[in-house]
Protein backbone atom coordinates (compact mmCIF):
# COMPACT_ATOMS: atom_id res chain seq x y z
CA UNK A 1 0.00 0.00 0.00
CA UNK A 2 2.83 2.54 0.68
CA UNK A 3 4.84 1.73 -1.96
CA UNK A 4 1.47 2.58 -4.12
CA UNK A 5 1.38 5.89 -2.56
CA UNK A 6 4.24 6.88 -3.28
CA UNK A 7 4.59 5.36 -6.66
CA UNK A 8 0.77 7.52 -7.63
CA UNK A 9 2.66 10.86 -5.25
CA UNK A 10 6.31 10.79 -7.38
CA UNK A 11 3.51 10.36 -11.02
CA UNK A 12 1.70 13.34 -9.63
CA UNK A 13 4.56 15.38 -9.07
CA UNK A 14 6.72 14.31 -12.15
CA UNK A 15 3.35 15.25 -14.21
CA UNK A 16 2.92 18.66 -12.94
CA UNK A 17 6.41 19.34 -13.90
CA UNK A 18 6.29 18.12 -17.45
CA UNK A 19 3.24 19.59 -18.17
CA UNK A 20 4.09 22.89 -17.43
CA UNK A 21 7.34 24.24 -19.49
CA UNK A 22 6.59 28.05 -18.75
CA UNK A 23 7.59 27.67 -15.26
CA UNK A 24 11.39 27.06 -13.15
CA UNK A 25 11.32 23.87 -12.57
CA UNK A 26 13.64 20.99 -12.00
CA UNK A 27 12.61 19.43 -15.82
CA UNK A 28 15.16 18.80 -18.13
CA UNK A 29 14.66 20.80 -20.94
CA UNK A 30 16.07 19.53 -24.53
CA UNK A 31 15.42 19.43 -28.31
CA UNK A 32 12.16 17.62 -27.80
CA UNK A 33 11.19 20.45 -25.87
CA UNK A 34 11.04 22.67 -29.17
CA UNK A 35 8.24 19.89 -30.25
CA UNK A 36 6.13 20.61 -26.83
CA UNK A 37 6.32 24.25 -27.21
CA UNK A 38 5.46 23.88 -31.64
CA UNK A 39 2.24 22.06 -30.40
CA UNK A 40 1.33 25.14 -28.20
CA UNK A 41 1.26 27.44 -30.83
CA UNK A 42 -1.95 28.03 -33.66
CA UNK A 43 -1.83 30.83 -35.62
CA UNK A 44 -5.47 32.41 -35.49
CA UNK A 45 -8.26 31.67 -37.90
CA UNK A 46 -10.31 34.50 -38.98
CA UNK A 47 -14.12 34.27 -40.71
CA UNK A 48 -14.40 33.93 -44.58
CA UNK A 49 -15.85 37.85 -44.72
CA UNK A 50 -13.91 40.70 -46.58
CA UNK A 51 -13.91 44.26 -45.65
CA UNK A 52 -12.29 46.76 -48.38
CA UNK A 53 -11.16 49.75 -47.44
CA UNK A 54 -12.17 51.01 -50.85
CA UNK A 55 -15.75 50.76 -49.87
CA UNK A 56 -15.02 53.16 -46.89
CA UNK A 57 -13.48 56.07 -48.96
CA UNK A 58 -9.66 55.35 -49.65
CA UNK A 59 -8.14 56.61 -52.74
CA UNK A 60 -4.85 54.96 -53.57
CA UNK A 61 -3.43 58.27 -54.96
CA UNK A 62 -0.28 59.09 -52.31
CA UNK A 63 -2.23 62.04 -51.49
CA UNK A 64 -5.30 61.19 -49.68
CA UNK A 65 -5.28 60.05 -46.39
CA UNK A 66 -6.38 56.62 -46.25
CA UNK A 67 -6.56 56.33 -42.35
CA UNK A 68 -10.00 56.97 -41.59
CA UNK A 69 -11.05 54.48 -44.00
CA UNK A 70 -8.40 51.90 -42.71
CA UNK A 71 -10.13 52.30 -39.37
CA UNK A 72 -13.72 52.42 -40.45
CA UNK A 73 -13.21 48.51 -42.26
CA UNK A 74 -11.67 47.40 -39.10
CA UNK A 75 -14.38 48.86 -36.51
CA UNK A 76 -16.80 47.13 -39.00
CA UNK A 77 -14.88 44.26 -39.68
CA UNK A 78 -14.66 43.68 -35.63
CA UNK A 79 -18.30 44.21 -34.93
CA UNK A 80 -19.39 42.01 -37.74
CA UNK A 81 -17.68 39.47 -35.76
CA UNK A 82 -14.31 39.48 -37.32
CA UNK A 83 -12.69 38.87 -40.97
CA UNK A 84 -10.25 40.46 -43.55
CA UNK A 85 -9.50 44.05 -44.00
CA UNK A 86 -7.80 44.63 -47.59
CA UNK A 87 -5.85 46.97 -48.71
CA UNK A 88 -5.49 46.63 -52.45
CA UNK A 89 -3.35 46.90 -55.20
CA UNK A 90 -1.72 50.47 -55.10
CA UNK A 91 -0.37 53.11 -52.72
CA UNK A 92 -1.62 54.05 -49.83
CA UNK A 93 -1.05 57.22 -47.56
CA UNK A 94 -1.79 56.51 -43.60
CA UNK A 95 -1.58 59.79 -41.45
CA UNK A 96 -1.38 57.92 -38.04
CA UNK A 97 -1.78 54.96 -36.77
CA UNK A 98 -3.50 52.08 -37.72
CA UNK A 99 -4.53 50.66 -34.50
CA UNK A 100 -5.86 47.00 -34.73
CA UNK A 101 -9.27 45.32 -33.22
CA UNK A 102 -9.52 41.81 -32.17
CA UNK A 103 -10.78 39.19 -35.12
CA UNK A 104 -9.17 41.12 -37.82
CA UNK A 105 -6.84 40.30 -39.99
CA UNK A 106 -5.15 43.65 -41.86
CA UNK A 107 -4.80 41.97 -45.41
CA UNK A 108 -2.17 44.04 -47.43
CA UNK A 109 -2.34 42.64 -51.00
CA UNK A 110 0.41 42.17 -53.70
CA UNK A 111 1.80 45.11 -55.19
CA UNK A 112 -0.18 47.61 -52.40
CA UNK A 113 2.28 50.00 -50.69
CA UNK A 114 1.35 51.38 -47.28
CA UNK A 115 2.78 55.01 -46.63
CA UNK A 116 2.88 56.19 -43.23
CA UNK A 117 3.19 59.96 -42.29
CA UNK A 118 6.38 61.16 -40.39
CA UNK A 119 4.99 63.89 -38.40
CA UNK A 120 5.05 63.03 -35.22
CA UNK A 121 1.79 64.66 -34.06
CA UNK A 122 0.16 62.40 -36.09
CA UNK A 123 0.90 59.68 -33.63
CA UNK A 124 -1.23 61.61 -31.14
CA UNK A 125 -3.19 60.88 -28.71
CA UNK A 126 -0.52 59.12 -26.62
CA UNK A 127 -1.01 55.54 -25.79
CA UNK A 128 0.74 52.77 -23.09
CA UNK A 129 3.76 51.17 -24.51
CA UNK A 130 7.60 50.27 -23.64
CA UNK A 131 10.70 51.96 -25.11
CA UNK A 132 13.88 50.30 -24.53
CA UNK A 133 12.17 47.84 -22.06
CA UNK A 134 10.34 50.55 -19.79
CA UNK A 135 6.72 51.57 -19.59
CA UNK A 136 5.62 54.78 -20.80
CA UNK A 137 2.59 57.31 -22.00
CA UNK A 138 4.25 58.22 -25.48
CA UNK A 139 3.99 58.08 -29.20
CA UNK A 140 1.41 55.17 -30.88
CA UNK A 141 3.61 52.81 -32.79
CA UNK A 142 2.65 53.14 -36.40
CA UNK A 143 0.40 49.74 -36.25
CA UNK A 144 -0.80 49.17 -32.41
CA UNK A 145 -3.12 46.89 -30.25
CA UNK A 146 -3.63 46.99 -26.93
CA UNK A 147 -5.30 43.67 -25.05
CA UNK A 148 -6.29 42.45 -28.13
CA UNK A 149 -7.34 38.34 -29.50
CA UNK A 150 -6.84 36.73 -32.84
CA UNK A 151 -5.18 39.65 -35.10
CA UNK A 152 -3.08 39.47 -38.03
CA UNK A 153 -0.89 41.23 -40.57
CA UNK A 154 -1.03 39.47 -43.56
CA UNK A 155 -0.42 39.32 -47.51
CA UNK A 156 2.40 39.71 -49.54
CA UNK A 157 2.34 43.88 -49.92
CA UNK A 158 4.90 46.62 -48.50
CA UNK A 159 4.26 48.62 -44.99
CA UNK A 160 6.78 51.32 -45.40
CA UNK A 161 7.51 53.67 -42.20
CA UNK A 162 9.37 56.52 -44.59
CA UNK A 163 11.86 56.88 -41.72
CA UNK A 164 14.84 58.49 -42.93
CA UNK A 165 17.62 60.58 -42.16
CA UNK A 166 15.58 63.66 -42.53
CA UNK A 167 12.68 62.63 -39.73
CA UNK A 168 12.65 60.01 -36.97
CA UNK A 169 16.14 58.98 -37.08
CA UNK A 170 18.06 62.37 -36.27
CA UNK A 171 15.99 61.85 -33.11
CA UNK A 172 18.83 59.82 -31.96
CA UNK A 173 20.98 61.86 -31.46
CA UNK A 174 24.24 60.17 -34.12
CA UNK A 175 25.27 62.54 -36.66
CA UNK A 176 25.46 59.46 -39.13
CA UNK A 177 21.63 58.91 -39.01
CA UNK A 178 21.25 63.22 -39.79
CA UNK A 179 21.28 64.85 -36.30
CA UNK A 180 22.87 68.35 -36.73
CA UNK A 181 23.98 70.18 -34.08
CA UNK A 182 21.58 71.93 -32.33
CA UNK A 183 18.42 69.99 -33.36
CA UNK A 184 16.92 68.23 -30.45
CA UNK A 185 17.15 64.54 -29.65
CA UNK A 186 16.36 62.18 -27.13
CA UNK A 187 19.62 62.66 -25.40
CA UNK A 188 19.71 66.39 -25.42
CA UNK A 189 15.92 66.99 -24.32
CA UNK A 190 16.58 64.53 -20.89
CA UNK A 191 13.65 62.24 -22.71
CA UNK A 192 15.82 59.26 -21.83
CA UNK A 193 17.43 60.03 -19.01
CA UNK A 194 14.34 60.88 -17.31
CA UNK A 195 12.92 57.80 -18.28
CA UNK A 196 15.71 55.34 -17.07
CA UNK A 197 15.17 57.64 -13.50
CA UNK A 198 11.11 56.94 -13.50
CA UNK A 199 12.34 53.69 -14.47
CA UNK A 200 14.91 53.32 -11.32
CA UNK A 201 12.40 54.65 -8.82
CA UNK A 202 9.10 53.18 -10.34
CA UNK A 203 7.24 56.05 -10.84
CA UNK A 204 4.01 55.32 -11.91
CA UNK A 205 3.52 54.59 -15.84
CA UNK A 206 0.52 57.18 -15.62
CA UNK A 207 2.67 59.62 -14.82
CA UNK A 208 5.43 58.66 -17.03
CA UNK A 209 4.72 61.38 -19.78
CA UNK A 210 6.32 61.66 -22.84
CA UNK A 211 4.98 62.61 -26.39
CA UNK A 212 5.48 66.01 -28.15
CA UNK A 213 9.05 67.61 -27.13
CA UNK A 214 10.80 64.44 -25.74
CA UNK A 215 11.96 62.94 -28.98
CA UNK A 216 11.47 59.16 -28.51
CA UNK A 217 10.89 57.17 -31.50
CA UNK A 218 7.40 54.67 -31.71
CA UNK A 219 8.05 51.37 -33.23
CA UNK A 220 6.58 49.90 -35.67
CA UNK A 221 4.39 46.96 -35.05
CA UNK A 222 3.69 46.63 -31.60
CA UNK A 223 0.82 44.04 -30.14
CA UNK A 224 0.68 44.85 -26.43
CA UNK A 225 -0.75 42.00 -24.12
CA UNK A 226 -2.28 40.34 -26.92
CA UNK A 227 -3.28 36.61 -27.58
CA UNK A 228 -2.78 34.32 -30.58
CA UNK A 229 -1.47 37.02 -33.37
CA UNK A 230 0.11 36.30 -36.92
CA UNK A 231 2.64 38.61 -38.69
CA UNK A 232 2.57 36.95 -42.33
CA UNK A 233 4.31 36.94 -46.27
CA UNK A 234 4.67 41.42 -45.88
CA UNK A 235 7.57 43.19 -46.35
CA UNK A 236 8.03 45.88 -44.07
CA UNK A 237 11.00 49.01 -44.81
CA UNK A 238 11.84 52.15 -43.05
CA UNK A 239 10.79 52.16 -38.74
CA UNK A 240 11.15 55.01 -37.22
CA UNK A 241 12.61 52.69 -34.29
CA UNK A 242 12.12 48.49 -33.71
CA UNK A 243 10.07 46.73 -36.26
CA UNK A 244 7.83 44.05 -34.84
CA UNK A 245 7.71 44.42 -31.14
CA UNK A 246 5.13 41.73 -29.08
CA UNK A 247 4.79 42.97 -25.22
CA UNK A 248 3.07 40.59 -23.11
CA UNK A 249 1.64 38.91 -25.59
CA UNK A 250 1.37 34.69 -25.90
CA UNK A 251 0.57 32.44 -28.72
CA UNK A 252 2.47 34.48 -31.82
CA UNK A 253 3.56 33.64 -35.35
CA UNK A 254 5.67 35.95 -37.26
CA UNK A 255 6.27 33.65 -40.74
CA UNK A 256 7.97 34.66 -44.53
CA UNK A 257 8.07 38.49 -43.06
CA UNK A 258 10.64 40.66 -45.06
CA UNK A 259 12.49 43.69 -42.84
CA UNK A 260 14.89 46.13 -44.67
CA UNK A 261 16.10 49.13 -42.76
CA UNK A 262 19.29 50.48 -41.59
CA UNK A 263 18.31 53.42 -39.33
CA UNK A 264 19.49 53.46 -36.03
CA UNK A 265 18.09 50.81 -33.16
CA UNK A 266 15.82 49.20 -36.52
CA UNK A 267 15.61 45.91 -34.46
CA UNK A 268 13.90 43.82 -36.90
CA UNK A 269 11.41 41.27 -34.44
CA UNK A 270 12.15 41.96 -30.62
CA UNK A 271 9.76 39.73 -28.84
CA UNK A 272 9.21 41.28 -25.04
CA UNK A 273 8.29 39.41 -22.29
CA UNK A 274 6.40 36.93 -24.45
CA UNK A 275 5.97 33.48 -24.11
CA UNK A 276 5.37 30.71 -26.76
CA UNK A 277 6.71 32.64 -30.00
CA UNK A 278 7.71 30.85 -33.52
CA UNK A 279 9.83 33.42 -35.98
CA UNK A 280 9.69 30.92 -39.47
CA UNK A 281 11.42 31.56 -42.67
CA UNK A 282 11.82 35.07 -41.86
CA UNK A 283 14.79 38.10 -44.08
CA UNK A 284 16.21 40.45 -41.55
CA UNK A 285 18.42 43.13 -43.21
CA UNK A 286 18.62 45.75 -40.32
CA UNK A 287 20.37 48.54 -38.53
CA UNK A 288 20.77 46.59 -35.44
CA UNK A 289 19.56 43.34 -33.93
CA UNK A 290 18.04 41.27 -36.11
CA UNK A 291 16.00 38.80 -33.59
CA UNK A 292 16.47 40.42 -30.03
CA UNK A 293 14.75 38.77 -27.49
CA UNK A 294 13.68 40.60 -24.61
CA UNK A 295 11.83 40.88 -20.78
CA UNK A 296 11.95 44.44 -19.65
CA UNK A 297 14.94 46.53 -18.58
CA UNK A 298 16.11 46.96 -14.57
CA UNK A 299 13.47 47.81 -11.64
CA UNK A 300 10.15 47.64 -15.24
CA UNK A 301 11.30 44.02 -16.33
CA UNK A 302 11.74 43.12 -11.90
CA UNK A 303 8.32 44.23 -11.19
CA UNK A 304 6.33 42.83 -13.68
CA UNK A 305 8.53 40.04 -13.67
CA UNK A 306 7.51 38.14 -16.66
CA UNK A 307 10.29 36.17 -18.96
CA UNK A 308 11.23 35.89 -23.02
CA UNK A 309 10.11 32.29 -23.08
CA UNK A 310 9.42 29.46 -25.36
CA UNK A 311 10.65 31.30 -28.24
CA UNK A 312 11.76 29.06 -31.75
CA UNK A 313 13.33 30.74 -34.66
CA UNK A 314 13.67 28.12 -37.59
CA UNK A 315 14.79 29.02 -41.33
CA UNK A 316 15.35 33.15 -41.00
CA UNK A 317 18.32 34.77 -42.89
CA UNK A 318 20.16 37.26 -41.37
CA UNK A 319 22.19 39.93 -43.57
CA UNK A 320 23.29 43.31 -41.95
CA UNK A 321 22.58 43.71 -37.90
CA UNK A 322 24.68 44.03 -34.86
CA UNK A 323 23.56 40.52 -34.49
CA UNK A 324 21.84 37.66 -35.77
CA UNK A 325 19.69 36.33 -32.76
CA UNK A 326 20.54 38.12 -29.56
CA UNK A 327 19.33 37.91 -26.04
CA UNK A 328 19.21 41.02 -24.53
CA UNK A 329 19.98 43.57 -23.18
CA UNK A 330 17.01 44.36 -21.39
CA UNK A 331 16.47 41.06 -20.31
CA UNK A 332 15.68 41.97 -16.58
CA UNK A 333 12.48 39.55 -16.54
CA UNK A 334 14.53 36.41 -17.50
CA UNK A 335 15.19 34.29 -20.72
CA UNK A 336 14.24 30.67 -21.17
CA UNK A 337 13.55 28.06 -23.56
CA UNK A 338 15.04 29.62 -26.29
CA UNK A 339 15.64 27.27 -29.42
CA UNK A 340 17.07 28.42 -33.00
CA UNK A 341 17.56 26.22 -35.92
CA UNK A 342 18.45 26.28 -39.92
CA UNK A 343 19.71 29.83 -40.22
CA UNK A 344 21.66 31.38 -42.40
CA UNK A 345 23.91 34.49 -41.63
CA UNK A 346 26.24 35.93 -43.63
CA UNK A 347 27.79 39.78 -44.29
CA UNK A 348 30.50 41.83 -43.50
CA UNK A 349 28.29 44.06 -41.77
CA UNK A 350 26.98 41.58 -38.94
CA UNK A 351 29.01 41.82 -36.08
CA UNK A 352 28.05 38.35 -34.62
CA UNK A 353 25.97 36.11 -34.46
CA UNK A 354 25.13 34.55 -31.73
CA UNK A 355 24.99 36.58 -28.81
CA UNK A 356 23.93 37.30 -25.23
CA UNK A 357 24.29 40.91 -23.69
CA UNK A 358 23.84 42.00 -20.47
CA UNK A 359 24.87 43.70 -17.18
CA UNK A 360 24.95 43.92 -13.37
CA UNK A 361 22.01 46.05 -12.94
CA UNK A 362 19.76 43.98 -15.08
CA UNK A 363 19.32 41.24 -13.11
CA UNK A 364 17.30 37.76 -14.20
CA UNK A 365 18.23 34.49 -15.31
CA UNK A 366 19.07 33.41 -19.04
CA UNK A 367 18.72 30.06 -19.47
CA UNK A 368 17.72 26.79 -21.64
CA UNK A 369 19.12 28.17 -25.11
CA UNK A 370 19.63 26.09 -28.17
CA UNK A 371 21.02 26.53 -31.24
CA UNK A 372 21.90 23.87 -34.15
CA UNK A 373 22.45 23.72 -37.75
CA UNK A 374 23.15 27.81 -37.70
CA UNK A 375 25.57 28.31 -41.34
CA UNK A 376 27.60 31.27 -40.62
CA UNK A 377 29.75 33.02 -43.87
CA UNK A 378 31.06 36.26 -42.44
CA UNK A 379 30.65 38.30 -39.41
CA UNK A 380 32.87 41.19 -38.10
CA UNK A 381 33.41 39.93 -34.39
CA UNK A 382 31.93 36.81 -33.35
CA UNK A 383 30.12 34.12 -33.86
CA UNK A 384 28.99 33.50 -30.71
CA UNK A 385 29.45 35.78 -27.79
CA UNK A 386 28.57 36.08 -24.21
CA UNK A 387 28.96 40.03 -22.75
CA UNK A 388 27.87 40.10 -18.64
CA UNK A 389 29.49 43.83 -19.00
CA UNK A 390 27.33 45.50 -21.78
CA UNK A 391 27.17 49.23 -21.15
CA UNK A 392 24.62 50.40 -18.33
CA UNK A 393 23.48 54.33 -19.02
CA UNK A 394 21.67 53.68 -15.68
CA UNK A 395 22.56 53.78 -12.30
CA UNK A 396 25.47 52.19 -11.96
CA UNK A 397 25.34 51.40 -8.07
CA UNK A 398 22.64 48.87 -8.85
CA UNK A 399 23.81 45.29 -8.42
CA UNK A 400 21.33 42.52 -9.73
CA UNK A 401 23.58 40.56 -11.78
CA UNK A 402 22.08 38.03 -14.24
CA UNK A 403 22.99 34.06 -14.13
CA UNK A 404 23.41 32.67 -17.51
CA UNK A 405 23.52 28.58 -17.67
CA UNK A 406 22.67 26.09 -19.83
CA UNK A 407 23.54 26.96 -23.60
CA UNK A 408 23.84 24.62 -26.05
CA UNK A 409 25.06 24.88 -29.65
CA UNK A 410 25.96 22.28 -32.40
CA UNK A 411 27.04 21.95 -36.24
CA UNK A 412 27.78 25.97 -36.00
CA UNK A 413 30.05 26.16 -38.91
CA UNK A 414 31.14 29.57 -39.93
CA UNK A 415 33.90 31.19 -42.60
CA UNK A 416 35.06 34.41 -41.19
CA UNK A 417 35.18 36.04 -38.07
CA UNK A 418 37.65 37.79 -35.55
CA UNK A 419 36.69 35.42 -32.95
CA UNK A 420 35.18 32.43 -32.73
CA UNK A 421 33.85 32.13 -29.02
CA UNK A 422 33.92 35.03 -27.14
CA UNK A 423 32.62 34.97 -23.89
CA UNK A 424 33.08 37.46 -20.68
CA UNK A 425 31.49 36.85 -17.90
CA UNK A 426 31.23 38.84 -14.93
CA UNK A 427 33.67 37.58 -12.47
CA UNK A 428 34.85 34.52 -11.10
CA UNK A 429 31.59 34.35 -8.59
CA UNK A 430 29.19 35.24 -11.28
CA UNK A 431 30.32 33.52 -14.13
CA UNK A 432 29.05 32.21 -17.26
CA UNK A 433 27.62 28.61 -16.90
CA UNK A 434 27.34 24.98 -18.31
CA UNK A 435 28.05 25.96 -22.33
CA UNK A 436 28.15 23.22 -24.37
CA UNK A 437 29.66 23.21 -28.28
CA UNK A 438 29.20 20.52 -30.42
CA UNK A 439 30.40 19.56 -34.11
CA UNK A 440 31.25 23.13 -34.86
CA UNK A 441 33.38 24.53 -37.57
CA UNK A 442 35.07 27.62 -37.30
CA UNK A 443 37.00 28.99 -39.94
CA UNK A 444 38.79 31.88 -41.19
CA UNK A 445 38.84 33.10 -37.33
CA UNK A 446 41.66 36.13 -36.87
CA UNK A 447 42.03 35.82 -32.88
CA UNK A 448 40.75 32.55 -31.72
CA UNK A 449 38.96 31.86 -28.65
CA UNK A 450 38.34 34.80 -25.97
CA UNK A 451 37.17 33.28 -22.72
CA UNK A 452 36.62 34.81 -19.37
CA UNK A 453 34.59 33.84 -16.11
CA UNK A 454 33.09 30.72 -17.95
CA UNK A 455 32.25 27.45 -15.78
CA UNK A 456 31.35 23.41 -17.04
CA UNK A 457 32.21 24.86 -20.81
CA UNK A 458 32.28 21.28 -22.75
CA UNK A 459 33.91 21.32 -25.81
CA UNK A 460 33.00 18.03 -28.52
CA UNK A 461 34.35 18.32 -31.87
CA UNK A 462 35.24 21.89 -32.38
CA UNK A 463 37.57 23.17 -34.80
CA UNK A 464 38.70 26.56 -34.97
CA UNK A 465 40.70 26.89 -38.16
CA UNK A 466 40.61 23.13 -38.38
CA UNK A 467 42.88 22.87 -34.61
CA UNK A 468 40.76 20.58 -32.16
CA UNK A 469 39.86 22.92 -29.36
CA UNK A 470 39.76 21.47 -25.67
Known sequence: ???????????????????????????????DTMTEILDQ???????????????????????VDCLPAIMNAITQCNESGGGKVVIPEGTWLVNGPIHLKSNVNLFISENATVKFSTDPTDYLPLVFTRWEGMELMNYSPLIYAFEQENIAITGTGTLNGMASNENWWPWCGKDSYGHQTGQP????????????????????????????????RPNFIQPYKCKNVLIEGVTIRNSP????????????TIEAVRVISHGPNSDGCDPEASKNVLIKDCYFDTGDDCIALKSGRNQDG?????????IVIQNCIMKDGHGGVVIGSEVSGGARNIFAENCQMDSPNLDRALRIKTN???????????????????VKEAVFKVNMHYPIYSNPDQDFIPVIKNIFIEDVNSSKSKYA??????????????????????????????????????????????????
Not at 302 to 310: K, S
Open 41 to 63: IKAPVFPDKTFLITDHGAVADST
Open 421 to 470: ILINGYDDEHPVTKVHLKNCHFDGVQQGNSIQFCTELNLEEVYVNGDLQD
Open 360 to 378: KTRGGTIENLFFRNIAVGE
Open 185 to 216: SQADEGSRPRLLKYNELETPVAERVFGEGSFL
Open 241 to 252: MLFIHPVLCENV
Open 1 to 31: MKKTIWALLALFIFAGCKKNINETTTVEITW
Open 302 to 310: RRIGRPVEN
